[in-house]
C-alpha cells in the first residue's frame, strides 16, 4: 500500500510565511509526479503547484512569486513554501502524488489534507 502524510499546516497571519511537507511510503518504484492542490469551502479543489520528477515545475497564476514547490526524490518527499499569504490562500492543502508501483502498474494517491488558514 503507498501512503502521503502531510504536515506544517496551521494558522498564520496575512504576510506570513508556512511550509508543507508532504512523505509518500510503502511500495514505491518511482514517482513520476508530485503535486499540491488545495479546496476552500464551498469551491472545487484546484492545482496549487506540481513538480515532476525531473524538477520541472508548474503554478496556479494565483500563487505564481509566492509560493515554491520542490522534491526531495530520494525521500519521496516534496515541500511547499509559501510567503506572503493572503487570507484567499485559507484552504486544506492535499498533497498529490502518480506514483509507478511497477513496469505495468501506477496509480495517483492523494494525502488526507492540511489544514491552513490565514487570518489576523
Known amino acids: 500500500q503507498v501512503q502521503l502524510v502531510e504536515s506544517g499546516g496551521g494558522l498564520v497571519q496575512p504576510g506570513g510565511s508556512l511550509r508543507l511537507s508532504c512523505a509518500a511510503s510503502?511500495?514505491?518504484?518511482?514517482?513520476?509526479?508530485m503535486g499540491w492542490y488545495r479546496q476552500a469551502p464551498g469551491q472545487q479543489r484546484e492545482l496549487v503547484a506540481r513538480?515532476?520528477?525531473?524538477?520541472?515545475?508548474n503554478y496556479a497564476d494565483s500563487v505564481k512569486g509566492r509560493f515554491t514547490i520542490s522534491r526531495d526524490n530520494a525521500e519521496n518527499t516534496v515541500y511547499l513554501q509559501m510567503n506572503s499569504l493572503k487570507p484567499e490562500d485559507t484552504a486544506v492543502y492535499y498533497c498529490?502524488?502518480?506514483?509507478?508501483?511497477?513496469?505495468?502498474?501506477?496509480?495517483?494517491?492523494w494525502g488526507q489534507g492540511t489544514q491552513v488558514t490565514v487570518s489576523s
Open positions: 510503502g511500495r514505491i518504484f518511482s514517482i513520476a509526479s
Open positions: 513538480i515532476t520528477s525531473g524538477g520541472t515545475t
Open positions: 498529490n502524488a502518480h506514483i509507478i508501483l511497477s513496469t505495468i502498474r501506477s496509480g495517483d494517491y
